[in-house]
């Protein structure tokens, strides 16, 4: 079969190394894919928001199952397009990724059903926002309703931060559109954990758990990023918690969606916060997070193919979904001076073998005339390694970072260690 994969990061070179391994299989185009994936993949310079452009290339190229996997398209209806042009997809309908798309509206959808998040306010007026920020208890957190590239966000600590937040966010508009409404909620304490999960409509399979580490510098200090790196499965997710979300969360959303007329097909990603009254929703992605898919695909055992084909064809319960009984780390290697001012072009080192079996997914790449693959972006690319233990993947893969060289490289050299303290804590 010839699959269309639209995007461009590593999450992408990710789901295409894990489909491109189906005997289902046979061609991947990637729209617009990087430099890196050119193995693996076809890339056509065609934006993952351009989406009458990819109607196009669909007319004119033979394609029997496409796979959406940024927000920005899911939110703009891509899948709705492709699949009234006849291409089954991998990936919710438009009024299925508003539960990314809107914070607001999925703030309101866990109220109205019970599931269990951090209270909240809405907010479309800026002075009554101000108002707010003024009797609420500190520390406070102010969300941008719309996409945000993951950055809209922020976590007040002080009144004074919060005034701040909403400047950036309703006048100054650094968000532009998305920053129209905001949620102020009530900031939660204890651990994030990130489940991804495949869902037809009627059942959830949750996949393994992991854990993302957010902030640029070691010890979590620094500006936030899309993600410095990852590990998984989570150690504060154990069998217990994890009966508890299907009960409380993660069922009752899929019900919900489905009751609201949105039935929601694809990756559903719940962030969740286990606090002292139990797990809450954070946030909800309509789709795989990254870096969180870089950790999580590897130990996939099942076809991955036949697990996105059976959500289209909602027959996901006849269908195995099985994890490896192993550890992931994933270290990102990032621009020097990511997430604010850096510079790019510089020649990517590759061995043709890593060591340990890591895997590398490319994020920001480009190739040149001569076809060197050079750094185009802030997060240039990610290494996974997996291991009997959580500590051994940690080792493994940062082993295997050190044979990835460009210049300008920076990564944290942490990712995990809050992981193994948790396992202390045991």
Same mark, same amino acid.
């Given at each position: 079969?010839?699959?269309?994969?639209?995007?461009?990061?590593?999450?992408?070179?990710?789901?295409?190394?894990?489909? &491109?391994? %189906? $005997?289902? *299989?046979? #061609?991947?185009?990637? +729209?617009?894919?990087?430099? =890196?994936?050119?193995?693996?993949?076809?890339?056509?310079?065609?934006?993952?928001?351009?989406?009458?452009?990819?109607?196009?290339?669909?007319?004119?190229?033979?394609?029997?199952?496409?796979?959406?996997?940024?927000?920005?398209?899911?939110?703009?209806?891509?899948?709705?397009?492709?699949?009234?042009?006849?291409?089954?997809?991998?990936?919710?309908?438009?009024?299925?990724?508003?539960?990314?798309?809107?914070?607001?509206?999925?703030?309101?959808?866990?109220?109205?059903?019970?599931?269990?998040?951090?209270?909240?306010?809405?907010?479309?007026?800026?002075?009554?926002?101000?108002?707010?920020?003024?009797? &609420?208890? %500190? $520390?406070? *957190?102010? #969300?941008?309703?719309? +996409?945000?590239?993951?950055? =809209?966000?922020?976590?007040?600590?002080?009144?004074?931060?919060?005034?701040?937040?909403?400047?950036?966010?309703?006048?100054?508009?650094?968000?532009?559109?998305?920053?129209?409404?905001?949620?102020?909620?009530?900031?939660?304490?204890?651990?994030?954990?990130?489940?991804?999960?495949?869902?037809?409509?009627?059942?959830?399979?949750?996949?393994?758990?992991?854990?993302?580490?957010?902030?640029?510098?070691?010890?979590?200090?620094?500006?936030?990023?899309?993600?410095?790196?990852?590990?998984?499965?989570?150690?504060?997710?154990?069998?217990?918690?994890?009966?508890?979300?299907?009960?409380?969360?993660?069922?009752?959303?899929?019900?919900?969606?489905?009751?609201?007329?949105?039935?929601?097909?694809?990756?559903?990603?719940?962030?969740?916060?286990?606090?002292?009254?139990?797990?809450?929703?954070?946030?909800?992605?309509?789709?795989?997070?990254?870096?969180?898919?870089?950790?999580?695909?590897?130990?996939?055992?099942?076809?991955?193919?036949?697990?996105?084909?059976?959500?289209?064809?909602?027959?996901?319960?006849?269908?195995?979904?099985?994890?490896?009984?192993?550890?992931?780390?994933?270290?990102?290697?990032?621009?020097?001076?990511?997430?604010?001012?850096?510079?790019?072009?510089?020649?990517?080192?590759?061995?043709?073998?890593?060591?340990?079996?890591?895997?590398?997914?490319?994020?920001?790449?480009?190739?040149?005339?001569?076809?060197?693959?050079?750094?185009?972006?802030?997060?240039?690319?990610?290494?996974?390694?997996?291991?009997?233990?959580?500590?051994?993947?940690?080792?493994?893969?940062?082993?295997?970072?050190?044979?990835?060289?460009?210049?300008?490289?920076?990564?944290?050299?942490?990712?995990?260690?809050?992981?193994?303290?948790?396992?202390?804590?045991?």
């Amino acid at each position: 079969m010839t699959i269309l994969v639209i995007g461009s990061g590593g999450r992408e070179h990710a789901i295409i190394q894990k489909l &491109a391994e %189906s $005997p289902k *299989v046979n #061609k991947i185009y990637a +729209l617009p894919g990087n430099g =890196g994936m050119t193995d693996i993949a076809e890339c056509v310079a065609i934006g993952a928001k351009d989406i009458p452009a990819i109607c196009e290339f669909v007319k004119n190229n033979p394609v029997d199952f496409a796979v959406v996997a940024p927000d920005d398209p899911l939110v703009l209806g891509c899948v709705d397009a492709l699949e009234e042009m006849g291409i089954p997809c991998f990936g919710p309908r438009k009024n299925a990724a508003e539960i990314e798309g809107s914070k607001v509206f999925s703030k309101n959808l866990m109220k109205k059903y019970g599931i269990p998040t951090a209270a909240y306010e809405v907010f479309e007026d800026y002075d009554k926002a101000m108002a707010y920020v003024e009797t &609420a208890p %500190s $520390p406070l *957190v102010v #969300k941008a309703d719309g +996409l945000a590239l993951g950055k =809209g966000v922020l976590i007040c600590q002080t009144r004074e931060e919060a005034r701040d937040a909403l400047k950036e966010i309703m006048e100054d508009k650094v968000f532009g559109a998305s920053g129209s409404r905001v949620v102020i909620e009530e900031f939660l304490e204890g651990p994030e954990v990130s489940v991804l999960s495949f869902t037809d409509g009627k059942v959830v399979v949750p996949m393994v758990s992991s854990m993302d580490h957010k902030r640029a510098g070691d010890n979590d200090t620094g500006l936030n990023t899309g993600g410095m790196g990852t590990i998984a499965p989570n150690p504060y997710y154990t069998a217990e918690i994890a009966a508890e979300c299907m009960e409380k969360i993660f069922l009752p959303t899929m019900n919900a969606m489905n009751t609201e007329g949105r039935t929601f097909k694809g990756c559903l990603y719940f962030g969740l916060m286990l606090t002292k009254k139990g797990p809450m929703v954070i946030e909800y992605n309509c789709r795989f997070g990254d870096p969180e898919t870089q950790v999580v695909l590897p130990l996939l055992e099942s076809d991955l193919f036949t697990i996105m084909e059976a959500v289209a064809e909602e027959r996901l319960a006849e269908v195995e979904v099985k994890f490896a009984e192993q550890n992931a780390c994933c270290v990102i290697m990032a621009s020097d001076g990511y997430p604010k001012k850096y510079e790019s072009g510089f020649p990517i080192t590759i061995p043709e073998k890593l060591k340990h079996n890591a895997k590398v997914y490319i994020a920001g790449a480009k190739r040149d005339e001569n076809n060197t693959l050079l750094t185009a972006g802030g997060r240039v690319l990610g290494v996974t390694a997996c291991g009997n233990t959580l500590a051994d993947a940690i080792a493994l893969a940062y082993d295997a970072a050190a044979d990835v060289q460009f210049a300008n490289a920076y990564k944290r050299n942490d990712i995990g260690q809050r992981a193994l303290a948790a396992y202390d804590e045991k």
